[in-house]
Every structure is written in structure tokens, then in C-alpha cells.
């Protein structure tokens, strides 16, 4: 009898077991088996408030994370600076102030890891009245003319501009710049692109800023109608040179590229030095920049005098953090992210090189209590393919930011559908205003990170979901993510 009864009652196991599972749960087992995911490399995990999971695949498995990464790096920054840090900028000079105002020596403009000196965001101090607020302070030091340089000192980060994984071509473009201690406009220069004739290099200029000390040579091509645009723009901090290469369709419409300007300090100390000189200031001197060796280097580039130690007579300040990192996380800003791990190296010990900044950030977030035994961080952005997270850590990681005194400012950052590069998920769906997360993409790779809100208003779900090497088209691996998250919305 009793072997009948288990017997009998045997088959009931698997379908209470199904019925057990979540819709989130049965639809990743449909993807595992079919679909655009089918033979990619990915993983889920997403867990309510209790700890329960609500859906597992492969959790523990790391993938590139593309920007998820950035939750990473501000929830980090936001923890160890405070929402409120603002990053500020000195004003300095060497030599003598004579009884007339005279100043016989160098303005120095002191950087220390402000990102958003002369960029065009919201937060940024425009241009003009930040020039305008440096200028004041030179007025209140007693100085009313300047024999002598503007020098953009960004000497403070030691180390390469960009992370040594990145890609050949990544550096060249916007999204590759790289960070200094004084960068301007995001470390980005503008050129304005159409199509020529076939075969023919492509028409551009360069309409801000102006490098006037860049020697630049256009190698492009314009290509046959429907191959794309694959523009680049090669260039080096070690030299004034530049080789603009790759194609642009004829029948594309014309456009504005945005390329790396490694030369953010020396652009920084070009434009106060020419607002100095439309406003009427006497400047007898050009400008420069401090090299990697401490030396003065002007616009022939040849290095001189020992850059000297300025006597620091002010300074202005940045937005605070909590704006910084709303932009960095809504618009998926690889500039911004940057900048903020390097300042975690800076302020941790003084030096700004990757190795060290890397290792300031495991410190916050081991204090933090996220473990970093199973993880691979390179970079800030997320834009080296050398980083490796799983999503069972990135949801560790987010549940130890609800417990930092920065994660009301950590979660008001992250976008909703409908914002930044969530601009399309989800439209129409009821309560999709209640999903705050990350996207993640780069080409073979997408990924989001976040919370789905309670009615509390605080974080229901912790969900991350990641996907590598998928061969559909990207619409439709993200349909499938888009599907899933809408299932655990419910």
C-alpha cells in the first residue's frame, strides 16, 4: 500500500515543483532553452526583500558587465565622498606681485579631478562666469596684469589618461577620453562631418574647442552608399598629432563627431587665456600645461622650466557628487565614471594611477560589505571587455548600498524607463516608474542592474541580469530582457 502511494503520488512532484516556480522563473528556463539567448553566454539573479529568488540562472557566472559597472563606481564614490563632496580647483601663482598690480610671473589653474570644467551639462558652471569667478580671485590677490603663462597644471593624477585594455579605436572617440586632474569639455574636441564625393576624403572641421597647436591629417575616405560610418580619430598625449581615418557613406546626413582631445589642461589654460585677453587683461605670455615630468610645456611643445609651486590664492567648486552621479548613471557617462574612481585613488593615497585607484575603491567596498573575491574590475566605466561580475555579486553589491548613508542619493540616481538609454524600455507599461536600474551595452553585450520599488517606495526587488556573445540582433535580446523585467514588475 505504501509503495503504491508513492508510487502514485510520485508524478505530483514535478508539478508542484512548477507550480512552486515564479512566471519570471519559467520564462528564463523558455530562454534557456529557445530563443535569442539560446547558445549566449548569460545569467540572472533577482531576489525580493526576504532574500527569496524570484529568478536564477547561472548566477554565480561572471560576464562583462559593460556599464553596469558604473553602478559599481558611483555607488562607491557616493560611500566614501559623501553626496555633497564638491571637487574644487585652485588658483595659483609664481613670482612677484608688483604695487601696480603687475604680476611677474605664472597663473597657474590647479586641477584636482573636477570633471566638469567647460562641459555643457546643466551642473557645469558655464564657461564664461567660471572664468569670470577665476578672474575675481586674481583681482582680490592684487593682480590686474600677468607678465607672464596661463599653465594648466593637471600634474596631480599621475599615469596614462586612459585604462592600458581599452581599445585602439575606443581611445580616439568621446567615450574613450580618458581623465586628468584638469581636464575641459569632458577631454572632447567636435568635428563636423558630411559626405564628399566616393572615394574622396570626407569634408570635416573641427568646431570646438579649438587646439591650435594639434598638427591634424584627415586619412578618411567617403565609402559607397549604405557602409556606415566607421570615423576615428587617432591621437596621443605624447605629441601634437593627430590622424583622422575610417569612412563615412555618401548619402549619410551631416553630422557632429565627438573624438578625444588629450590635451584637456593645456585647452583649459587656452581658453582663460584667451578670455583674458578679450576682456581686456595684458598677458605677455602664452599658455601651458605641466608634463608627466613637472616641466612647463607651451604650444610648440617643448618642455622648459621646472613648473614651480604657486602660491594659492582661491579656488571654485564643482556640482555636488549626488548631481555628478546622476548624470553619470542616466546618460551612462564614461567621462564621469572615470573621473570619480580616479579621484578615489587620489584622495585614498595620493596616487591617481589605475592600480591604486583600484585598490581604494576594494577598500570602500569591502567597508561596504560587498566581498571582491569573485570579481574583475579594470576600469570605472565599464568600456574594458577585462572586467568580469556575476550577477549573484552585483545584487550583493546593490543590497550593501541600502545600507550606506549615501543610497537615497545612489537610487535617485539611477534612471527609470523612459529616461537616458532606458528611453525606450517598457513604454506604456503600468507602473514601469517604479524600475530603477542600469543598462549596461557594448557590441555583444547587454545588461541591466537595479531595483524594482515596493509601494514604500523603497527597493522590492534586487534584480541583475546579464548577457554575452548572444548572435541575435540586439532589439531582440533586448525584447527578451525588457519581457523578463516586466514579469518581475508584476
Not at 575641459?184 to 573641427?206: H, K, L, T
Not at 528611453?423 to 555583444?444: D, F, N, W
Request: charged residues 20%.
Amino acid at each position: 500500500m505504501k509503495k503504491w502511494l508513492l508510487t502514485g503520488l510520485g508524478w505530483l512532484i514535478p508539478v508542484l515543483f512548477a507550480a512552486a516556480q515564479t512566471p519570471a522563473q519559467r520564462y528564463v528556463d523558455q530562454q534557456h532553452r529557445s530563443g535569442p539567448l539560446k547558445g549566449a553566454s548569460w545569467a540572472v539573479l533577482a531576489v525580493d526583500r526576504d532574500g527569496n529568488t524570484l529568478c536564477s540562472y547561472h548566477p554565480s557566472q561572471r560576464l562583462t558587465p559593460a556599464s553596469n559597472l558604473k553602478l559599481v563606481t558611483t555607488g562607491a564614490a557616493l560611500h566614501a565622498f559623501g553626496e555633497d563632496h564638491r571637487f574644487v580647483t585652485e588658483l595659483g601663482y609664481t613670482g612677484e606681485i608688483r604695487e601696480d598690480g603687475l604680476l611677474v610671473g605664472d597663473v597657474y589653474i590647479l586641477g584636482h579631478g573636477d570633471p566638469t570644467i567647460g562641459a555643457k551639462d546643466s551642473i557645469a558652471t558655464e564657461t564664461g562666469r567660471l572664468f569670470w569667478l577665476w578672474k575675481s580671485l586674481l583681482r582680490n590677490a592684487g593682480i590686474r596684469a600677468i607678465d607672464g603663462r596661463i599653465v594648466g597644471d593637471g600634474s596631480s593624477y599621475e599615469g596614462n589618461l586612459e585604462h592600458r585594455s581599452w581599445g585602439y579605436d575606443d581611445v580616439g572617440t568621446y567615450y574613450g577620453c580618458g581623465t586628468d586632474a584638469l581636464c575641459f569639455y569632458q577631454n572632447a574636441i567636435d568635428f563636423s562631418v558630411r559626405a564628399g564625393a566616393e572615394g574622396q576624403p570626407v569634408p570635416v572641421q573641427q568646431t570646438y574647442p579649438e587646439t591650435p597647436w594639434m598638427h591634424f591629417e584627415n586619412h578618411s575616405v567617403t565609402g559607397p552608399a549604405g557602409t556606415g560610418n566607421s570615423l576615428y580619430l587617432y591621437t596621443t598625449d605624447l605629441a601634437p598629432y593627430s590622424q583622422l581615418r575610417g569612412s563615412f557613406a555618401t548619402g549619410r546626413s551631416p553630422k557632429t563627431e565627438h573624438f578625444a582631445n588629450k590635451f584637456g589642461a593645456l585647452t583649459c589654460a587656452y581658453y582663460f587665456w584667451k578670455n583674458l585677453k578679450e576682456t581686456g587683461w595684458e598677458v605677455s605670455g602664452g599658455y601651458a600645461d605641466v608634463d608627466r615630468n613637472g616641466r612647463i610645456r607651451e604650444a610648440d611643445f617643448i618642455p622648459r622650466d621646472k613648473a614651480g609651486k604657486p602660491v594659492v590664492v582661491g579656488q571654485t567648486q564643482s556640482a555636488p557628487l549626488k548631481e555628478i552621479v546622476r548624470i553619470t548613471n542616466v546618460r551612462s557617462d564614461n567621462f564621469y565614471a572615470e573621473a570619480l574612481l580616479r579621484a578615489m585613488g587620489e584622495q585614498a593615497s595620493r596616487v591617481a594611477l589605475y592600480d591604486s585607484c583600484l585598490v581604494a575603491q576594494r577598500e570602500v567596498l569591502q567597508g561596504l560589505g560587498a566581498g571582491i573575491g569573485e570579481v574583475r574590475i579594470a576600469d570605472g566605466s565599464g568600456l574594458s571587455r577585462m572586467n568580469g561580475l556575476s550577477p549573484e555579486w552585483m545584487v550583493s553589491f546593490l543590497k550593501a548600498m541600502q545600507k550606506s548613508p549615501a543610497f537615497d542619493a545612489f537610487l535617485a540616481s539611477l534612471p527609470r524607463p523612459g529616461e537616458g538609454t532606458l528611453g525606450g524600455l517598457l513604454p506604456g507599461v503600468e507602473g514601469r516608474e517604479r524600475i530603477r536600474i542600469k543598462s549596461g551595452s557594448m557590441e555583444g553585450v547587454l545588461c541591466y542592474s537595479g531595483y524594482i520599488l515596493g509601494a514604500d517606495g523603497r527597493p522590492e526587488v534586487t534584480l541583475s541580469v546579464m548577457t554575452n556573445h548572444a548572435t541575435a540582433r540586439p532589439a531582440e535580446v533586448r525584447a527578451v530582457l525588457a519581457r523578463l523585467l516586466k514579469l518581475l514588475l508584476e
